[in-house]
Structure formats: C-alpha cells, structure tokens
C-alpha cells in the first residue's frame, strides 16, 4: 500500500513537472525568435540611445504586428525589415510581438 502512494505521488509530480516543461521550451523558443532582432533593435528590443533604429522594447504588440505585416506586405518601406518580415510566419510574429510588449522600456 506504501509503495503505491509513492507511485501515485512521483506520478502526480511528473504530470504537474510536464507542462512547466513545454513552457519554458515555449518561452526559449519565443527568446530565440527575439534575439534574432538584438543586432539592430539592441537587446531585449532595447536600441541604443540616439540610434535611428525604433526600440521595440514596450511596444504594443498590436502595432508592432501591424508594423510587420505591412513590412511583409510590402506596404511599408525599409531597408531590410520588408526582407526579413518575410522569414517569419504570423504566428512567430505574434509571438515576437507579445514578447517585446512584455519588455520594459
């Protein structure tokens, strides 16, 4: 009977252990998508002061996803961000969005 309430409690830890699991997978892979805008948007969205790239840090996702789709569309014009807009799928770009949304300014 004792070894069945063990059973029954390293099961009961493994299942709550599980999703914890996939959403620090989730969040890694969300911080990966991001960094990929630090070489010019600075870290964390964070660009350095008095540069002319926009910091995406404390952008309303809202925006910010509007701003790549319409790079992705080819609506707004830039240098390279109507190019790299189109690498990302609009999920990934939702997820890049609430990621910096989320990053104080």
Known sequence: MRW???LAAVASLAATAMPAAAQDQDALYVRSLAATCANCHGTQGRAQP?????SLAGMPAEHLTAQMAAFKAGTRSATIMHQLAKGYSDA???QIARYFAAQAK
């Open 4 to 6: 069945n309430m063990m």
């Open 50 to 54: 008095g540069s002319s790239v926009v």
């Open 92 to 94: 990934q770009i939702a």
